[in-house]
């Protein structure tokens, strides 16, 4: 009877994932067949962009050749006007008006006129070039969305993607670099100030360095060879990958079997805190209107020394927007640390067999008319290890599963609801 039990416990649970991995294939399929749909609707929206784009540009273009030719008909009209009136000077010099001195004068005019013309043409063109170019900081254009992603690659490893399908649904990516090191705060013995007290005092020094007399001599070269300017430091750290997904129906359902997938032993994820600690998933996530969850776990390397590492992902939701970040964080996943003895009370079989059956709930009034065995393998319930533990009854059917947990609470288990209850040793 007990092998009968076991058998239709994993039978029941093999029905689970195969139906759970048949929805998996069912879904990649769908998110394949749209990720062209997703490619096409992206590439009309970029050319629809573009052709605005084209569109201004052209109209700013005819503006300033308007003004350009406007400008250079103007500067047309006064050279012309000009030289009808440098003209007029010349033939009355022609004439005797004004003498030799008169005409060099009027000539030297002319010169300086003749000189004008280009000066005015190349401010025209280069105001015109301003104009073209907008005379101030370009709009930028709005990011563009991606194609619907299979998978993730992080570190040169493969993850399966968020499994999401429909033209509705847009994705858009982008790099979030690592935060620049904090500047090192000032001494406490003021050696700072004492460095600033002294520029204060040369002040002399510094006038003598910009009139360049002492201060740009020899030694002033020798001194910028010893202290060369130092190069910035590129911040250390990972630069995360973010998949922002729009239009979802229902991001917080998405995420939660999103996590029970990736949180299956093939997979290899864990639900962690923020000390990369392993933590038991949320309950009923996908009812909560915003939420977080964050899943990481411990990638081995490969033979040419690639990958390896912490992988992270930090799966978020708010209304119908959710998305998807990749770290590599610094640490390892590790389970919670034991509790000692000394922290909580010990608690075994012995300690069953003395409560009355009704605290268990079950008939009877003494556990003497019950067997208690002890099950292999233990379980983790609210983060602690626990030991399974079987109640048959005097036909030897199962009357009951408790759990052991070892920091000393008790809990059965519900076979109807697939919870867990906790029980009151008193």
């Known amino acids: ?143 563009e969305p ?18 999401v399908s429909g033209d509705q649904v847009l994705v858009y990516q982008e790099e979030i670099p690592p935060e620049p090191p904090a500047e090192p705060e000032e001494a406490e013995d003021g050696s700072q100030a004492e460095d600033g007290g002294e520029a204060e005092d040369g002040a002399d020094a510094s006038g003598e360095a910009e009139d360049g007399a002492d201060a740009s001599g020899e030694d002033g070269d020798e001194a910028g060879e010893e202290a060369p300017a130092a190069e910035p430091e590129e911040p250390a750290g990972f630069t995360k990958i973010l998949y922002r997904y729009e239009g979802l129906k229902n991001p917080g359902s998405l995420i939660s079997a999103y996590a029970a997938l990736m949180t299956a032993e093939d997979a290899g994820f864990s639900a962690v805190d923020e000390t990369l600690m392993r933590i038991d998933l949320p309950e009923a996530a996908e009812d909560a209107a915003r939420g977080e969850v964050l899943l990481a776990r411990n990638a081995a390397a490969a033979e040419d020394g690639t990958g390896g590492g912490t992988q992270s992902m930090l799966l978020s939701w708010d209304g119908t927007n959710c998305s998807v970040t990749l770290d590599m964080p610094e640490g390892r996943v590790h389970d919670p640390k034991p509790e000692t003895p000394a922290s909580s009370p010990r608690r075994g079989l012995s300690d069953m067999e003395a409560l009355h059956p009704s605290k268990l709930g079950l008939p009877g009034e003494s556990m003497e008319e019950y067997e208690l065995m002890l099950q292999e393998g233990s379980v983790r319930i609210g983060g602690t290890s626990c030991m399974r533990v079987n109640v048959y009854d005097a036909n030897s059917q199962i009357a009951g599963s408790y759990f052991l947990s070892s920091d000393g609470h008790l809990y059965k288990l519900d076979e109807t609801a697939n919870a867990v209850v906790e029980l009151d040793w008193e």
């Open 1 to 143: 009877m007990k092998q009968d039990k076991a058998d239709k416990i994993i039978k029941k649970a093999e029905l689970k994932a195969k139906k759970a991995a048949q929805q998996v294939e069912v879904a990649e399929k769908k998110a394949e067949a749209a990720k062209r749909k997703q490619a096409a609707a992206a590439e009309k929206k970029a050319a629809k962009v573009a052709k605005n784009a084209e569109k201004k540009a052209a109209k700013h273009t005819k503006k300033a050749e308007q003004a350009t030719k406007k400008a250079q008909l103007a500067a047309q009209k006064a050279a012309e006007k000009k030289a009808k009136a440098v003209a007029k000077t010349a033939a009355r010099a022609a004439d005797g008006e004004g003498g030799g001195d008169a005409s060099k004068k009027k000539k030297g005019k002319k010169k300086l006129l003749l000189l004008a013309v280009p000066v005015l043409a190349a401010a025209i063109g280069v105001g015109a070039f301003f104009f073209l170019k907008g005379g101030g900081e370009e709009e930028e254009a709005p990011p």
């Open 146 to 163: 991606i194609p619907i992603p299979m998978t993730y690659e992080l570190n040169g490893a493969q993850i399966t993607a968020l499994p």
